[in-house]
């Protein structure tokens, strides 16, 4: 019975340890598991603010040249409509996003800057459109109001979405956002 005794200890004592180690390795891989996915979608948020940054990027420059006088307004209208194609086309991606924590309430407002900058682009088109169809009275400075306005709007939008973008790849909880965006208003 002892020597039965001797031999058990040992095996219970192995199997012990097998089963912490599963466990230990269990947890480990879900830890690893949980930074890849952190990554993939940090990266994937960087990558769309990048492409969203570098598209308004180049339409707001038309555009204040048109504000400004030094192109002529009729000269960017392939430069909004594929802005508007690509904001779109942004729009449907950035509400695809799914991260490793809740993000809902900055993908939606992530979502509604590129609902902004649409617009926006909306009203640089009209205000265009009207500058190239007239040149004098109020319909030139109704033209020229919406081309501001929509310069100012996409400009607006387009420093929202980097602000959201980088919320939104920071991984914090809603909670964390809020701690902080709390403790920075104080």
Request: charged fraction near 30%; glycine fraction near 6%.
């Amino acid at each position: 019975m002892a020597g039965w005794l001797m031999l058990a200890i040992p095996i219970a004592a192995f199997v012990a340890l097998v089963l912490i180690f599963t466990f230990v390795l269990r947890r480990t891989g879900r830890i690893v598991g949980l930074t890849r996915e952190v990554e993939r979608f940090r990266r994937s948020v960087d990558d769309l603010s990048g492409r969203i940054d570098t598209s308004l990027g180049g339409v707001i420059d038309r555009i204040d040249a048109v504000r400004r006088h030094q192109v002529p307004p009729d000269s960017i209208g392939d430069n909004l409509a594929a802005a508007r194609d690509a904001v779109e086309r942004y729009e449907r991606e950035a509400s695809k996003l799914h991260g490793p924590v809740p993000a809902d309430d900055v993908r939606a407002a992530l979502l509604a800057e590129l609902e902004r900058a649409g617009r926006a682009l909306e009203m640089v088109a009209h205000g265009c459109d009207l500058l190239s169809a007239t040149r004098s009275g109020y319909r030139e400075l109704e033209a020229q109001t919406a081309v501001k306005r929509g310069y100012l709007n996409a400009l607006h939008a387009r420093e929202a979405i980097a602000r959201h973008a980088a919320d939104l790849a920071s991984g914090r909880t809603m909670a964390q956002r809020r701690w902080l965006s709390s403790r920075l208003n104080d």
